[in-house]
């Protein structure tokens, strides 16, 4: 839980224990004891019901916020690896015919030298 859901449900259950400890305390006959007690209940469960509700909501929100923050994460890092594998790949054809070039190269002179040794 965070912080704020931890003062809020140490904040309810104050009150709530405070408003019961005052009304047993208050000079009353048992049945207004009781009366007021079932209506301080029914406040309070309302009270918590309506905080549950905005909390789930809040929950909620937050939840699709973040599912949303990470696929637009990665996407973002998906894109950035489809690059980075195109430009590398793009690298290595290059590399690739550069090499085919100076092996043809390094062939013809290898004839060369083979053809200049038979002669001599």
């Given amino acids: 839980m965070s912080k704020e859901t931890n003062f809020l449900a140490g904040l309810l259950v104050g009150a709530a224990a405070g408003a019961i400890v005052g009304i047993?305390?208050?000079?009353s006959s048992g049945k207004d004891t009781r009366k007021k007690i079932a209506?301080?209940?029914g406040?309070?469960?309302a009270?918590?019901?309506e905080k549950?509700?905005?909390?789930?909501?809040?929950?909620?929100e937050l939840?699709?916020?973040t599912v949303d923050d990470f696929k637009e994460k990665f996407y973002d890092v998906k894109g950035s690896?489809?690059?980075k594998y195109a430009h590398v790949s793009s690298k290595v054809k290059d590399l690739e015919k550069e090499l085919a070039t100076k092996m043809e190269e390094l062939k013809k002179q290898a004839k060369?030298?083979?053809s200049k040794a038979k002669t001599v």
Avoid: F, R
């Fill in 47 to 49: 009270d918590l019901e």
């Fill in 24 to 27: 047993l305390t208050a000079p």
């Fill in 81 to 83: 690896i489809k690059d």
């Fill in 63 to 65: 939840e699709a916020d």
């Fill in 52 to 60: 549950y509700h905005k909390i789930s909501k809040k929950i909620s």
């Fill in 112 to 114: 060369e030298v083979d």
């Fill in 39 to 41: 209506k301080k209940s």
């Fill in 43 to 45: 406040e309070l469960k």
